[in-house]
């Protein structure tokens, strides 16, 4: 049974970073492919990353490649998301989740959502 918890977030001046946390207490995430999404207040929920069950594959949004990085340690039965020079629209609440089939990048193809980690940054 997969039972995600995110961590990490937190507030965040203009140009800093965080490091999120996804770990399954069910110690199954080692097989599944995983994915990161963000929903700010007032919008949809949209893809931010997602990377394979090996973490040789990683796929980001257009918008976030080059500063958001996912990263995964199955040993550890986690997955991370590295996000480097954070922008006042990067503040949203963060999910990870199972990818179970589908387009890796709509949030219907997942499952097992998280109760996500606010992050705020700060202008």
């Known amino acids: 049974q997969v039972q995600l918890a995110e961590s990490g977030g937190g507030l965040v001046q203009h140009g800093g970073s965080l490091r999120l946390s996804c770990q399954d207490s069910?110690?199954?995430?080692?097989?599944?492919?995983m994915g990161w999404f963000r929903q700010a207040l007032g919008k949809e929920r949209e893809y931010v990353a997602s990377?394979?069950?090996?973490?040789?594959?990683?796929h980001y949004a257009d918008s976030l490649k080059g500063r958001f990085t996912i990263s995964r340690a199955n040993a550890k039965n986690t997955v991370y998301l590295q996000m480097n020079s954070l922008q006042p629209e990067d503040t949203a609440r963060y999910y990870c989740a199972v990818l179970v089939g589908g387009n890796r990048v709509e949030r219907a193809s997942y499952d097992y959502w998280g109760q996500g980690t606010q992050v705020t940054v700060s202008s």
């Open positions: 990377i394979s069950w090996s973490g040789d594959y990683r």
């Open positions: 069910g110690r199954t995430l080692s097989t599944y492919t």
